[in-house]
């Protein structure tokens, strides 16, 4: 079974529509994070929930909001679609929130907008 | 978090050993040095991670100089499929802290 799971893995929608995505995790982890790799290849981290409560929240445009119905899952919620938010977005997640626990990644959504 | 400085890239013939540097010159005494490596098309893959001491798992071993400013990633027998992009990354151990990916070192192993 896949540790860290991300639903869509491709998704290809129009600008001004509303998507989400899904992730899962299976190992038990308190802590989910949302990250984003652009077409410049580089990973940044955009949200991370602690025990379903927020704890990190980059400088994200508001149509972006993440939510977290239980440990197990971080769902992305994004509104009005635009060019530049076509990305791939990695899900992943730790078992807790400090420096010493490790980091599992998913395998990535990859959105089109076009 | 300490920023790391890694070479871009890197080439490694098959069978050989595979050496890459990081520098973490502002490391601090709570930083974490973790590794990770991203496959084309693949999600980022934990490798290894230390504090202060050598550490050595089934794939790699992470060499880290006393003073704690740069460490080595040895990949002791490299294949095709380590070919990857490796990021070397520090992260402090306190709370509410996440990994912050630089440009990483492009590694291409070749037969």
């Known amino acids: 079974d896949t540790a860290v799971s991300q639903t869509p893995k491709y998704l290809v929608t129009q600008m001004g529509n509303d998507k989400s995505i899904k992730c899962e995790q299976n190992l038990g982890h308190d802590t989910m994070y949302w990250y984003k790799q652009d077409s410049k290849k580089f990973l940044k981290i955009m949200f991370s929930?602690?025990?379903?409560?927020?704890?990190i929240n980059e400088t994200v445009p508001n149509r972006f909001s993440p939510k977290s119905p239980d440990k197990a899952h971080l769902n992305l919620h994004i509104n009005s679609l635009e060019l530049g938010d076509s990305a791939v977005y990695f899900c992943a997640s730790s078992r807790g929130f400090s420096g010493g626990n490790t980091i599992y990644f998913g395998e990535g959504s990859w959105l089109t907008v076009v | 978090d300490a920023k790391t400085t890694q070479p871009p890239s890197m080439d490694c013939a098959e069978g050989r050993a595979a050496n890459l540097p990081c520098n973490h010159s502002?490391?601090?005494?709570?930083?974490?040095v973790y590794w990770y490596r991203q496959i084309h098309s693949q999600g980022p893959q934990y490798i290894i991670h230390g504090l202060k001491n050598n550490e050595t798992n089934e794939m790699v071993s992470l060499i880290i100089t006393e003073d704690r400013k740069s460490s080595t990633l040895i990949l002791p027998h490299a294949t095709l499929r380590d070919t990857a992009v490796y990021y070397c990354?520090?992260?402090?151990?306190?709370?509410?802290?996440?990994?912050?990916f630089g440009k990483g070192t492009t590694l291409s192993v070749s037969s």
């Open positions: 502002t490391i601090s005494g709570n930083e974490y």
């Open positions: 990354i520090v992260r402090a151990d306190t709370s509410g802290t996440a990994l912050i």
């Open positions: 929930y602690n025990n379903k409560e927020l704890i």
